[in-house]
């Protein structure tokens, strides 16, 4: 299945979508959302303004809509996905964590994986500005009550973080807003990881991030937070 440019909705403004135009992978769990057209129309007009196009899965899923839950229709989904990755030249990712958890969508840490390999640009987004540390204790006290507790160097077991949580497992990835396989896999592929409260604006800058490598120029903050 293959998504044309001039499928490619333009909403909200901005500039005209030619057939040269730049196509980025919207990657995130917004797809899951109640009404997930808002946000990913939202996404593209952020897009066009940076001179890229954005494409989210759900573009690649036309006539699916028809199909039972089950693993038949999750098979068409997860081949359109991989598909449209194939397709299009970049990709920004959504790095908040997943129902309520500390976590990101697992699917869309696969997806940072796949296009990874491919070589093509890459950058991630989160409006979550704590370290990935913290999101854990943090989760860990609200939904259990309970603390980290502290890993010292040299103890048994793996020693690359200071904190465990309450069932042993260490915790670390200090210094970054997510796993450091992902945070620091982007950047080893040459990508940002913009942070903000303010989603639209760490979205921007990871687009930005991306359109620069594409388009060789770009408006936006010279560096990411």
């Known amino acids: ?17 030619t057939p040269g135009s730049p196509r980025i ?5 917004m797809v899951f959302a ?17 001179g890229v196009v954005g494409v989210a899965p759900l573009d690649n899923q036309i006539g ?3 199909i039972a839950p089950g693993r038949h229709l999750l098979e068409r989904i997860v081949r359109a996905d991989i598909a449209l990755m194939e397709q299009l030249d970049a990709a920004v990712f959504c790095l908040d964590g997943f129902r309520r958890g500390p976590e990101m969508d697992t699917g869309t840490a696969f997806e940072v994986g796949f296009m990874k390999a491919t070589g093509k640009p890459i950058a991630g987004w989160t409006r979550d500005t704590r370290p990935y540390p913290a999101r854990v204790a943090d989760f860990f006290q609200y939904a259990f009550g309970q603390d980290l507790v502290p890993a ?8 690359s973080g200071s904190l465990r949580d309450p069932d042993g497992i260490l915790v670390h990835s200090e210094g970054c807003v997510q796993n450091a396989m992902v945070h620091i896999g982007i950047e080893l592929a040459g ?11 760490a979205f921007s800058r990871a687009v930005g991030s991306v359109a620069t490598q594409l ?11």
């Open 1 to 17: 299945m293959s998504v044309p440019c001039d499928r490619i909705s333009d909403a909200g403004g901005g500039e005209p979508v």
């Open 34 to 50: 109640l009404d997930p057209i808002v946000i990913f129309d939202r996404m593209k007009a952020l897009c066009l303004a940076r």
């Open 25 to 29: 992978y919207l990657a995130g769990p």
């Open 191 to 201: 990508g940002i990881i913009a942070s903000d409260t303010d989603w639209e604006q």
């Open 64 to 66: 699916l809509e028809g």
């Open 215 to 225: 388009l060789g120029s770009w408006t936006g903050p010279a560096s990411p937070p």
């Open 152 to 159: 010292p160097a040299g103890s048994t077991g793996g020693t």
